[in-house]
């Protein structure tokens, strides 16, 4: 079953946009308060993975502002406003195999069957590629992790792609850090994502998650 998580709606936490607005639009509120955006607030930000701590208080600033991709931040809803996780995203496209589809359609994949409609579905299998959005990157603070937030922020991003009208959008992708002393390999398998490749590619695991799922 494809379970559409509301748990960001019950806690405490806002989205902060690198555009200087408040983002509310997991919440449906429209928050209208702006506010600067200045990446030099990460410095102090950890995950406790240097590698990763590195790229954010000195490469995700250049990604952003080249447009590579949008990054959020997620902060408490208090007049300190700590920032606990950060997540950026992308526009992307897959090529899935016909050995992905025959997981898919038998339950034996991590990830749902995609939700088409019966009489298109072999024509939709057949396609070379398909539309995604891509979570480039999400790391929470250290002290936040171990309590379900980041399947949340996965959750209500998934959400999200579904409800935003700009573009089609078939499934969610990420690349998964993935190394022999840290790996968010099981964290996105939790989350219902499964492994585009069979084996990860460099120090990352392609992987992806159906949006429209068959019930």
Aim: proline share 2%; net charge positive.
């Amino acid at each position: 079953m494809c379970r559409r998580n509301k748990t960001l709606k019950k806690r405490n936490i806002i989205l902060i946009g690198n555009d200087g607005l408040i983002c509310d639009m997991w919440y449906g509120r429209g928050v209208r308060s702006i506010i600067i955006i200045n990446f030099e607030l990460l410095k102090s930000f950890s995950c406790g993975i240097q590698s990763l701590d590195d790229f954010i208080h000195s490469g995700l600033e250049v990604y952003s502002k080249s447009h590579y991709c949008s990054t959020y931040v997620v902060s408490t809803k208090n007049r300190r406003r700590n920032i606990v996780a950060i997540f950026a995203l992308a526009f992307d496209s897959i090529v899935l195999e016909t050995d992905d589809f025959d997981d898919m359609n038998s339950g034996f994949s991590e990830t749902w069957r995609p939700n088409v409609l019966e009489n298109s579905r072999i024509e939709f299998e057949n396609k070379s590629v398909y539309p995604a959005l891509e979570i480039a990157y999400l790391v929470v603070r250290k002290d936040f992790q171990y309590k379900n937030l980041g399947k949340a922020i996965v959750d209500e991003i998934a959400e999200y792609a579904r409800r935003q009208t700009l573009a089609g959008c078939v499934f969610l992708t990420v690349k998964a850090y993935h190394t022999s002393r840290h790996s968010a390999l099981g964290f996105y398998q939790k989350c219902h994502f499964a492994k585009l490749t069979p084996l990860p590619k460099g120090e990352v695991w392609p992987m992806f998650r159906t949006l429209w799922c068959d019930d």
